[in-house]
């Protein structure tokens, strides 16, 4: 009976040491098929170069990036792309005399900006399109509403041409001022990775787009994490 009881506590304590290597084995090794790859958007073009993949030369491709920019932040301090090197980043258009999709846009933005309080991978920015009016105080005090503060999430603004051009050929998003008071602007909400890729586009202001933009933000979390240790072959 004392060598049952032994040869008991070897198994339990094997299992113990066992199981949870693993079950990480098949998060990394396996659990990376779990997930479609996310869409890259924008135009494409082969290059010139090429990678291997199990012994194989597959010709690289060029993606649709996001230009460097130069806008302000409700701080007063200058953003660049550079400020969101090695992060993921989800933006979006907006202005604080928006009638009311804005504010709905905006709180939902704010209960992702909950949900990812703690991962410092991930960053908001929301952009106006009306800078005229949109100062950096008034962006202030908005930002304050929602008690949102740089770096977790930046309300930007700066001049017209930076700001409609950035949309246009950098987030492939319309913006256009149709009066001096009245704007015509995206509400889609752009997820953008490490690499400064749109990786999707969802409607700020429906809920459901909102549900898939807070799973695929995890899911490109994890692809991320799995390509910094993913070896060539």
């Not at 949870?20 to 479609?36: M, Q, R």
């Not at 105080?137 to 949102?148: R, S």
């Not at 409607?203 to 898939?212: K, N, P, Q, Y």
Request: glycine share 6%.
């Amino acid at each position: 009976m004392k060598k049952a009881g032994i040869l008991k506590k070897i198994v339990i304590l094997v299992l113990v040491l066992a199981v949870p290597g693993f079950l990480y084995y098949l998060l990394i090794s396996l659990g990376k098929n779990h997930y479609h790859a996310l869409p890259v958007f924008g135009p494409k073009q082969l290059a010139t170069t090429t990678h291997r993949v199990h012994g194989k030369n597959i010709p690289d491709t060029i993606f649709h990036t996001l230009p460097n920019f130069k806008l302000t932040d409700q701080n007063g301090q200058q953003v660049s792309l550079n400020t969101f090197s090695g992060k993921i980043f989800i933006a979006g258009f907006f202005y604080t005399n928006c009638p009311g999709v804005c504010g709905q846009m905006n709180a939902n933005i704010n209960r992702l900006v909950d949900a990812f309080a703690k991962n410092n991978l991930v960053e908001f920015v929301s952009i106006t399109v009306d800078p005229a009016r949109d100062s950096v105080p008034v962006l202030k005090k908005y930002a304050a509403g929602f008690d949102a503060h740089p770096p977790k999430w930046f309300f930007l603004t700066g001049d017209t041409t930076t700001i409609y051009n950035l949309a246009r050929q950098g987030f492939l998003v319309n913006a256009l001022q149709v009066s001096k008071t009245d704007f015509y602007y995206s509400d889609k909400l752009m997820l953008i990775d490490e690499e400064k890729r749109i990786r999707g586009y969802y409607s700020g202001a429906v809920i459901d787009d909102v549900s898939r933009l807070n799973d695929e933000i995890k899911v490109l979390i994890s692809q991320e994490i799995l390509s910094h240790d993913t070896p060539e072959y």
